[in-house]
């Protein structure tokens, strides 16, 4: 109907945030509170490590990162995360 593809469009056409978790880890407190800035932290990945694509703070994607031709930074997407489960 009409106004199904009027609404579809308009939610098509809606934007919303992506992120990318590189890495979770953890440490304590008193090193996270001596930081400042200029303070560098290692994250311990390489290119194919796994991170995870948020859509609105919702996972939505597993993915790996690496570079482009370029060398501009990238991810190339591996899995779709079914939202259902992670309820």
């Known amino acids: 109907s009409p106004w199904r593809d009027v609404l579809e469009k ?20 008193r090193q996270i509170m001596s930081f400042k800035p200029g303070d560098k932290i290692a994250l ?5 490590s796994e991170s995870t694509v948020l859509c ?6 597993r ?3 690496g570079k482009r031709n370029n060398g501009v930074a990238a991810i190339r997407i591996t ?3 079914d ?3 992670e309820v």
């Open 56 to 61: 609105s703070g919702s996972p939505i994607f």
């Open 79 to 81: 899995e779709e995360i």
């Open 10 to 29: 308009q939610i098509e056409a809606v934007t919303v945030e992506l992120e990318v978790v590189l890495k979770e880890m953890q440490m304590p407190m």
């Open 44 to 48: 311990s990945m390489t290119d194919e």
């Open 83 to 85: 939202t259902k489960e």
């Open 63 to 65: 993915c790996v990162t």
